[in-house]
């Protein structure tokens, strides 16, 4: 049998989530973490304590130089997906972009239209479409366990942590609970209900401008109903609920990663049942992964589960939100 050929990764950006998928890459078999490149000496130090054997750059350019990398993980702010996929795809490297994916829908189309031209793999790290919980919970409703799902309510909240990171208030580089946590409030009701027929949104901004919360209605023409709510103002919940005719649908704290629980409720007076899912190993990051990791070895250039329509669809309904909460970045007037 022939064994598949190593995926050589390589990391733009060193915080915190670069931390993490490093570390569940060597979870995945045909891949090798190549190099990590950070902007300053300090974050590459670190790495190279915590992975000896990949190279450390301090500096991008010469990431994306490096002919030994098949794929580049970004991993910076909202605000520089943009440019740093444009860098790397113009410099020949399949790139797993983290959310969001972009500032806008236009920049959004910009980076796909590129991947398209330069024939490269090109995918919004939405690691939560790949695990089993979620995987799961598409299962049943596209089964009809839940029936006609006819409601959907979502809320994500937490008080970042001090100091706070640029990302999470600066408009330029996309801050704000939207694209950081409400994207997941969004995604997940897309998933249960698809697009939706209207799209209403309120927010309360913190000082910079950028939404503090953010509350958001989906409404559909068959009656359908989405309502989210996104905050860095206090913790909140952070679980899900998917309503239909015949059942409902609970996913515990962090109901967007592997560890949330599925909670079914069913009858009158209901029942509760937990469904169960698959045990998972490390962070849940190498879901994604494993799953780029086979969109190479086959040659593709666009996942065919995270698509580039789910992509853009994501950005669209973020931009009538932002639009209609009137929540504004720099990059909107470019
Ligand atoms: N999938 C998930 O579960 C998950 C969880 C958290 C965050 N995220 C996403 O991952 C991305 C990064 O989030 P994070 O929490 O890792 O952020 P973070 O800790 O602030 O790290 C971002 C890194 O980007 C680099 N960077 C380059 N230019 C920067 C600039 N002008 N300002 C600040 N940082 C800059 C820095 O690395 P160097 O100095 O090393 O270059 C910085 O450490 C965001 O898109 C976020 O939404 C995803």
Known sequence: MQTAKKIHWGIL????????????????GDASLHAIASRSKTNADLFSHLYPSALQYDNYEDLVNDPGIDVIYIATPHGLHYEHTLLCLQRGKAV???????????????????????????MEALWSKFIPSYQK???????????????????????????????ILTPALGGGTLLDIGIYNIFYALSALGKPDQIDARMTPAVTGVDEQCAILLRYNNGAMAQLFSSYATHLATEADISGSEGRLRLTHRFYAPETTLELFTGLPDTKTIVPVLPTKGFGYHYEARHVNDCLQKGLTESPVMTHADTLLLMETMDTVREKAGIKFPADSV
């Open 13 to 28: 950006g060193g915080g915190r989530i670069a931390q993490k998928f490093a570390s569940d890459l060597s979870l995945v």
């Open 96 to 122: 797993l972009c983290e959310k969001a994916f972009a500032l806008n829908v236009r920049q959004a189309k910009e980076m796909i239209a590129e991947a398209v031209k330069q024939k490269l793999f090109l």
């Open 137 to 167: 919970m598409m299962e049943m409703i596209r089964n009809g366990q839940l029936g006609e799902i006819k409601n959907v309510l979502i809320n994500f909240g937490f008080i970042p942590r001090l100091p706070l990171a640029d990302r």
